[in-house]
């Protein structure tokens, strides 16, 4: 992605969250210069945890048709004695029919949280075995408490304030409903970008930046 790009983004994503009233920490606003000042031992949890901003187009080029806006708020790393929380949170924005590409996650077992905005839209599948591929099964789930089933490649809609709890091997492809961009939460177990998110089709998590002007914000892909 050009850098251009994630600075039109992350300050867009600013005004949503602003306009929905949700704070972030104070190191989302840390300009170059904040970064530089700051002791690298007393913020290493930033690094090594991936906190702070996230933004992907999955390498495709397109992002307002195929990406996510994400910041993560708090992470551990599993079996770590220095970092070891045992949860995450994210907080992340779906513009409208902008599509979060199906993918399962092999240990992460996650709420997903309609937090203002829009609808945002699920399809889902069960994981075949331990293949990229989509099963054929009755796919089960938990919306608020409720126990739910849906057919292979059904939809679950959620309306603003509900979740849905995905776990593992559940392949899952999201989207705001057109009309309206969707504010997300995340509460679940420790994630990791790197290693835990498998793809139906090969795609880039972390798509790389092109430097064509300076760092608004800094991003994970920084780091």
């Not at 009233?21 to 840390?30: D, G, I, R, S, V």
């Not at 007393?42 to 991936?50: A, G, H, R």
């Not at 009755?138 to 979740?163: M, N, Q, Y």
């Not at 998110?197 to 920084?222: A, C, H, K, S, W």
Request: proline letters at 4%.
């Amino acid at each position: 992605m050009k850098r251009s790009e994630i600075n039109r983004e992350i300050r867009a994503a600013e005004e949503f969250f602003a306009m929905h009233n949700f704070k972030l920490p104070k190191f989302a606003a840390w300009s170059m210069s904040d970064w530089e000042k700051q002791d690298k031992d007393e913020i290493s949890e930033i690094f090594d945890c991936n906190l702070g901003w996230d933004i992907t187009d999955f390498g495709r080029g397109d992002f307002r048709n195929y990406g996510l806006m994400l910041f993560t708020i708090r992470n551990g790393i599993t079996g770590s004695e220095k970092y070891p929380k045992k949860y995450a949170e994210k907080i992340m924005i779906s513009r409208s029919n902008q599509i979060t590409l199906m993918h399962c996650h092999v240990l992460k077992t996650e709420d997903i949280i309609n937090r203002g905005g829009g609808r945002l839209v699920f399809e889902l599948f069960n994981r075949k075995g331990d293949t990229t591929d989509l099963d054929d099964t009755p796919v089960k789930l938990v919306l608020d408490g409720r126990k739910i089933t849906v057919p292979a490649g059904g939809k679950v809609l959620l309306e603003p304030g509900e979740s849905l709890t995905l776990t593992p091997n559940v392949f899952h492809q999201f989207y705001a409903e057109e009309g309206s961009d969707v504010l997300i939460g995340e509460v679940s177990s420790v994630n990791d970008d790197h290693t835990d998110n498998l793809f139906y089709e090969p795609q880039l998590r972390f798509p790389g930046v092109e430097e064509d002007e300076p760092i608004y914000r800094r991003t994970v892909m920084d780091y």
